[in-house]
Nanobody, 126 residues
Framework: VQLQASGGGLVQAGGSLRLSCAAS????????MAWFRRAPGRERNFVAA????????IYADSVKGRFTISRDNAQNTVYLQMHSLKPEDTAVYYC????????????????????WGQGTLVTVSS
């Protein structure tokens, strides 16, 4: 499956932004989708994941209550709605896909995702 992330940009602290990730090439609804991010000079970290039908979601503690992951299988797109953004949310955000839902610690491991988008930069100014 090919993934194309978009929606990044510059936003002030406290603002909101919605990222999108469009999928093509395979049956989108067969895949668990996730967002990861890489802040400047840091490793890539898990942000959120959503099951095939959207019925299950998990979040990193750092974004709980502020970010919402969702998907539209008819549009082959997964979204990340971000509110109350902080400067520490500044990062390149990547969408990723895998076939199976699993335990939280597994879903948070980037090595278990077979497909990746190219990333979209989010910059939060203070």
């Amino acid at each position: 499956v090919q993934l194309q992330a978009s929606g990044g940009g510059l936003v002030q602290a406290g603002g909101s932004l919605r990222l999108s990730c469009a999928a093509s090439g395979r049956i989108f609804s067969n895949y668990v989708m996730a967002w990861f991010r890489r802040a400047p000079g840091r490793e890539r970290n898990f942000v959120a994941a959503i099951s095939w039908d959207g019925g299950n979601t998990i979040y990193a503690d750092s974004v709980k209550g502020r970010f919402t992951i969702s998907r539209d299988n008819a549009q082959n797109t997964v979204y990340l709605q971000m509110h109350s953004l902080k400067p520490e949310d500044t990062a390149v955000y990547y969408c990723a896909a895998r076939r199976t839902w699993s335990a939280d610690y597994v879903l948070g491991r980037e090595n278990d995702y077979a497909y990746w988008g190219q990333g979209t930069l989010v910059t939060v100014s203070s």
